[in-house]
């Protein structure tokens, strides 16, 4: 497959049309497109009462394929009664994750009995029933709750109010697999766990640096403010153990000289080893002190112990930061120097820098290299973690955490007269492992694929096996729909964002808070999140408790409740009425005052962690495509990288002919948790060697358990393989 040489361009528009045609119509697809909703797939903040693809700045059109292939999916017909009869559990089990995500739309609520063959469907009423009753039988703490990011603040609040009140705080959500490093480590250097800045401020920068991520593939709408950054003469910095096509030139299908000419993205690519990171951000720290280039004023009065951490910096060598790294002096000398001399900086990353078992040591990092330069507390500059999916941000914001802030469990306490648990709670990685030990019996999902999100995924679906129930809210199907399932597995069809009958809200990664009209419904049989949960929550706990539950079936209820117990959404309450979307308050920086206990930025030292794996070996990177979002397959292909398939393990020909591999050659890669046998050597000449690429989830099974102690992150970065010729003789190690 030919390999592009810039991202975005014609072949985006020519795919805008191939959309439509599967839409029904590009005309269908585009009312659906600029409808009054939130954005369903990343978090950058389109849509809402501003229209379909228009971001918070007012810019239109801001599209992407990410959001042309959910909305499209959304669109399609409904799974046929006889696609339940035709495919057994065993037969789904074998679905790769693209066949499962275009199978059609879910109308009917599916129930899998261990030892059926087969899902077949049921009535509402006795799924409801089978899961209150359920419910009913269990002590609260050996329920889990789980969270993806696709649902609203609504159905977030009160599916997690639910869990608490029937008594656990087994309540997570899916940062745990991805930001949670960047929510602990923000957190403990500025007081907050999300971007510091605005748009507004992303589009005035003179500098960003673009650390472990791809928003060419994963968050395209972020080009066109990279584009907006270079046009002006700014410069980006990508910092990236993998040569990207669309951070090297992308062509902002919205801008016709951007179209036609192409704009070029990186103004210096480095590609650091992957788990170099760390090490890299101390060299620029540490030639930025030797250049004499910090802000000496801004370290003294803003941040606490400024004086140990420079010391920290001047005593670490030069040898131990190149040789840990992978970068050269004069690679990182060249960094810092245009680092030095830029007004406005702002640092981005993604989860090639969360995805550590150091990822929050990462992201202090960042933000104490920001602090270095007072790049953190004044408009047009600061910290930006890029977020995933849609909403991710504002469940975590409403409550969706193990552990509720101090501020919302009191206000929940006293405004609803509630008794809530003060356990600790277990987080997501926790409960998969106390599943696997038979400690917990009922898992309940809110959207998301935790089979095919976990590491060690035999370990993650024997987990799943030991539950007596599993609960899905679903509106496709996914590969954990038919791996790992309970002895009772239960699908519930629910409405997509843009068909919920009632308002809804979201909050982008800026802190932004949306409203989404919803719209009309084009299956019959879902029904819509928050009368799912509500219902389930009335026939469990009944209503003559401190919460009406029938009466939360009503969205605007809900946001009153919210206005009430979450600092900084007291707007919310009125919302659906004044139609205006607002900033969350006391989370953007443009003074520097931080909410830490001393008003200050906190500066950590740390140790740099040596690079891993033997002279024969690889350090593994998973990654998503340009085809997919999380574990969503939309497209098997990967047209910026040139692969034409997923079954693929990506390595630079130097390392090809160091291990005695060929392109298309079948291989064994092992870890120290997981064995894939059969998949395609692919050369690729524009990865760093001594590294090595392969797809998430399908890589998943190489990926340990070991997790970030700070965030309970898994590393799904830097994991250690051998890769050898399949049938080459050789015995794989034992895997436990």
Known sequence: MRKLTSGGGWQAIKYTFTKGRQAGGIWKLWKAMRSKNACKTCALGMGGQSGGMVNE???FPEVCKKSLQAMVADMQGAIKPEFWRTYSVAQLSKFTPYQM????????????????????????????????????????????WYF???????????????????????????????????????ASTI????????????????????IGGNPASNHPRLMSSLKHIRRRGGEVIVINPVIETGLVNFRVPSDPISLLFGTKIATQYIQPHIGGDLALLKGIAKQIDELGAADVKFLAEHCDDSEAWLAHLRELSWDEIVTKSGVNREQINDIAARYAKAKNVVFSWTMGITHHAHGVDNVQAIAALAAMRGMIGRPHAGLMPIRGHSNVQGIGSVGVTPQLKKAIFERLESNFNLQLPTTVGLDTLAC?????????????????NLYGSNPEQKFAGEALEQLEMMVFLSTTLNTGHANGLAKETLILPVLAR??????????????YVRLSDGGPRRLQGPLSEVEVIARIASDTLGDAGAMDWKSMQDTGKIRDAISQVVPGFEKIETIDKTKQEFQIAGRTFHTPIF???????????????????????????????????NTVVYEEEDIYRGIDRRDVILIHPDDCRRLGLGQDQQVEIISDVGVIRGFLVREYEDIRPGNALMYYPEANVLVARRADPKSKTPAFKGVVIDVRPLGSGALAPSVP
């Open 57 to 59: 700045a007012g810019s």
């Open 101 to 144: 995500e275009h199978s059609g739309r879910l109308v009917q609520p599916m129930l899998y009995e261990r030892g059926a063959g087969n899902y077949r469907p049921i009535e509402w009423e006795e799924a409801f029933r089978r899961i209150a009753d359920k419910l009913k039988s269990l002590p609260a703490d050996d329920t889990f």
């Open 148 to 186: 993806s990011g696709r649902s609203s603040n609504e159905a977030g609040f009160l599916l997690q109010l639910f869990a608490r009140i029937y008594g656990t705080n087994n309540v997570n959500n899916c940062s745990y697999y991805c930001h949670q490093a960047s929510g602990v480590g923000l």
């Open 191 to 210: 007081g907050s766990g999300t971007a510091t800045l605005v748009l507004e401020d992303v589009e005035h920068a003179d500098l960003v640096f673009l």
């Open 432 to 448: 998969m492992e106390a599943a696997h030990r038979r400690e917990l019996k009922l898992g309940f999902c809110l959207g998301g």
């Open 498 to 511: 843009d068909e919920e009958p009632q308002p809804t809200t979201q909050e982008s990664m800026f802190n």
């Open 595 to 629: 909410p830490t206990p001393t008003g200050k930025v906190q500066l950590f030292t740390h140790e740099i962690p040596p690079l891993k794996g033997a002279e024969n070996q690889l350090r593994l990177m998973t990654v998503r495509s340009e085809g997919q979002f």
